[in-house]
């Protein structure tokens, strides 16, 4: 069984199995690890795999004034992707809703997106 690790700014590091910690906010720099990404344009709130973890790992997304998780995903490791990872799952606990197009309905958030659920 492999223990998922979460990536923490707050700490400056890898943490695993405890507790829910890490992410970023929005347009700002996100730390992930030792590494600050910063994402811009359309992609300032896309989130992306750890490149320093070794293994399956899930990224958090904090409120910026509150600390509480508001998005996460899951990466597997995958050697055959450029990035090491595939992203498993990805739940937006914020923000606007969807339309699903395979079950034709709105869906409101908070919501989970994944290969194995209908639509993504």
């Not at 450029?82 to 937006?92: N, Q």
């Not at 395979?102 to 290969?115: A, H, I, L, R, S």
């Amino acid at each position: 069984m492999v223990v998922p690790v979460w990536v923490d700014p707050l700490e400056g590091g890898l943490g695993g199995g405890g507790g829910v910690k890490g992410g970023s906010s929005g347009s700002k720099p996100s730390v992930k690890g030792n590494t600050v990404q910063k994402n811009t344009g359309q992609a300032k709130n896309f989130m992306k795999s750890d490149p320093k973890a070794t293994g399956d790992h899930t990224v958090l997304k904090r409120d910026p004034k509150t600390h509480e998780v508001t998005n996460y995903e899951i990466y597997k490791a995958n050697p055959r992707n450029p990035s090491g990872f595939d992203k498993v799952i990805r739940s937006d606990g914020i923000g606007k809703g969807h339309f699903n197009k395979v079950t034709k309905q709105n869906v409101p958030t908070p919501d989970v997106n994944g290969k194995s659920i209908p639509g993504g």
